[in-house]
C-alpha cells in the first residue's frame, strides 16, 4: 500500500547506471524517499544501490522475481533492467501491487506496451515512464513557447538526434542494443526519447508513418585490411581507428568503462585490457554480432495537418530542432548552443529573431541537463498525488509515443506507410 504519509519506499530491480543514478539523487531527498531493496545477478550493482541508500537494513536479492516475493510492499518499484525484460518485471511490480518507476522503452512489443497500459489502469496502480527529457530545462522551454502561441499555429516540427559514433560503437555495436532480436531496434531502444518529446511538443496524436534506415558503416566488409576479431589482437589500422576499444583505458574511460565494467573505478590499464580480451567491448566494431541501424528517416503525419520528420544519425552528435509556424520558426539545439551562443532562437516572420539560454536545476546546460534530476523530483508528485490526476510522464502519455516508434520500424522494414490506429488494432487483438 502507499505510505499515507512520509517518505516512499522504493526498490530497485536492476542496479545498474540508470539505477544508480535515480538512486543517488532520491537518496538525496530522505524526506521523500528511502531506497530500501535491490535486485540484480551481479551482485556488486546491489551493493552499489546498498551504500547509495544509506540503510542498514536495505535488502539485496539476486532478481526480480525474488524480490517481489519477499513482501516488503514498496510503494514504488523502479524497473532498470534491460529492454527484453521490462514487460516482465513492471508486469510482476503492478500484479505485487506496488506503483513502478520504468525505464524506457516500456517494452519490446506493441502487445506488451497495451498490455502494461491495461493492467495499470484495472488495477489503480501507476506507471511512470523514464523520459527525462520532459523534465530537462531545453525542452521544458520549448513547450513553454509553444504553448505561448508564439509561433502561431505548428505547421511542421522537424527534430535530429546524432547519436555520437563512439555511442553507437559502445551501445549499439558491442553493446546491449547491438541486436536488435533481444535488446529492440534503434528507434524503439534509443530514440523513442525523440518519438515523446515529438508527440508531446506536437500536442496530438500521430496517425501515419513512413521510414528508412539501413545499417551501412558497421559492417565486416568495411573492416580495415588485416584487422582481427578483437582490438587487443594488435590491429594493424589502431592508431587511426577511432573505435579502438583500447581507448576504454584512455579518453572513453572516464566516461563510458563504468556503465559496462563494474570495476571501473578501482582497475589498472592492464586488467581493463585482459577484461577487454574476452568482453564484447574489446570486439573489432567491423567484426560483431550487430544488426542495429545507424542511420534512419521518418516522416510523420499528426491529426489537424501537422507534418514532422525526424533523422537518427550515429554520425552527429546531440539534438537538434527546428519548429515551424504561422508566426514564426524556434529553432535549436547543440549547434546553436556551440555556434550561436544560444540554446535556443526563435525568428518571427516579421520582427528581430529572440534568443534563449536555458539553466538546469543541476547547474547544467545540456539538452539532456537537469532531467534525471527532474525526474525524481516529479516522482514524489506523480505517485502521491490524488486519483484521477494526469501524470507528467505516466503510462497514458507515454504509450502513444511507443507506437509512432513501432509503426516506424515496421514501416522501415516493410516499405510500407503504416497507419498508427489500425496497428494499434492489429496489435491489441493479437494481445
Same mark, same amino acid.
Given at each position: ?25 532520491? #537518496?538525496?531527498?530522505?524526506? *521523500?524517499?528511502?531506497? =530500501? ?5 551481479? @551482485? $556488486?550493482?546491489?551493493? /552499489? &544501490? %546498498? ?68 493492467? #495499470?489502469?484495472?488495477?489503480? *496502480?501507476?506507471?511512470? =515512464? ?5 523534465? @530537462? $530545462?531545453?525542452?521544458? /522551454? &520549448? %513547450? ?84 582481427? @576479431? ?202
Amino acid at each position: 500500500m502507499m505510505a499515507e504519509t512520509g517518505p516512499l519506499r522504493v526498490a530497485c530491480i536492476g542496479c545498474g547506471s540508470r539505477a544508480q543514478t535515480y538512486t543517488t539523487l532520491a #537518496a538525496k531527498r530522505p524526506d *521523500r524517499f528511502q531506497i =530500501v531493496a535491490g535486485a540484480d545477478p551481479v @551482485a $556488486a550493482r546491489v551493493e /552499489k &544501490v %546498498r551504500r547509495i541508500s544509506g540503510r542498514a537494513d536495505f535488502r539485496c536479492f539476486a532478481d526480480g522475481a525474488e524480490l517481489l516475493a519477499a513482501g516488503l510492499a514498496p510503494d514504488v518499484v523502479l524497473v532498470a533492467t534491460q529492454d527484453n525484460d521490462h514487460h516482465g518485471h513492471c508486469v510482476g511490480a503492478l500484479r505485487a501491487c506496488s506503483h513502478v518507476l520504468l525505464e524506457k522503452p516500456i517494452a519490446t512489443r506493441v502487445a506488451d506496451v497495451l498490455e502494461i497500459e491495461r493492467l #495499470a489502469r484495472e488495477s489503480g *496502480r501507476r506507471v511512470m =515512464v523514464c523520459f527525462v527529457l520532459r523534465f @530537462a $530545462a531545453f525542452y521544458r /522551454k &520549448v %513547450r513553454q513557447i509553444v504553448q505561448s502561441g508564439a509561433l502561431g499555429d505548428l505547421v511542421s516540427i522537424q527534430a535530429n538526434e546524432g547519436v555520437m559514433p563512439w555511442h553507437q560503437a559502445h551501445s549499439f555495436v558491442r553493446g546491449h542494443w547491438a541486436v536488435t532480436g533481444t535488446s529492440s531496434p534503434m528507434i524503439i531502444s534509443k530514440c523513442c526519447h525523440d518519438m515523446d518529446i515529438v508527440h508531446w511538443l506536437a500536442g496530438r496524436r500521430c496517425r501515419r508513418v513512413a521510414s528508412f534506415g539501413s545499417l551501412d558503416v558497421f559492417r565486416r566488409e568495411r573492416a580495415p585490411a588485416g584487422a582481427p @576479431a578483437r582490438c587487443t589482437d594488435g590491429c594493424p589500422a589502431a592508431d587511426g581507428c577511432a573505435f579502438n576499444a583500447l581507448r576504454y583505458t584512455t579518453d572513453m574511460r572516464a566516461g563510458w568503462l563504468p556503465m559496462v565494467y563494474d570495476r571501473a573505478a578501482e582497475a589498472g590499464t592492464d586488467e581493463i585490457v585482459a577484461w577487454l580480451r574476452t568482453s564484447p567491448w574489446g570486439r573489432c566494431v567491423y567484426r560483431c554480432d550487430n544488426d542495429a541501424v545507424d542511420r534512419q528517416v521518418l516522416a510523420l503525419e499528426f491529426e489537424g495537418g501537422l507534418t514532422g520528420t525526424f533523422t537518427m544519425t550515429a554520425f552527429e552528435s546531440g539534438r537538434h530542432l527546428e519548429i515551424y509556424g504561422t508566426r514564426g520558426v524556434l529553432k535549436g539545439g547543440e549547434t546553436y548552443r556551440k555556434h550561436f551562443g544560444a540554446h535556443l532562437v526563435f525568428f518571427p516572420h516579421e520582427g528581430p529573431p529572440v534568443r534563449y539560454s536555458v539553466q538546469s536545476a543541476d547547474g547544467g546546460y545540456e539538452l539532456h541537463g537537469g532531467g534525471d534530476a527532474g525526474l525524481v523530483d516529479a516522482l514524489y508528485h506523480e505517485m502521491t498525488c490524488p486519483p484521477g490526476t494526469p501524470l507528467e510522464a505516466g503510462i497514458d502519455a507515454t504509450v502513444h509515443s511507443h507506437m509512432i516508434g513501432f509503426a516506424a520500424e515496421e514501416s522501415r522494414t516493410s516499405g510500407r506507410i503504416v497507419d498508427i490506429e489500425a496497428m494499434y488494432r492489429r496489435d491489441a487483438a493479437a494481445s
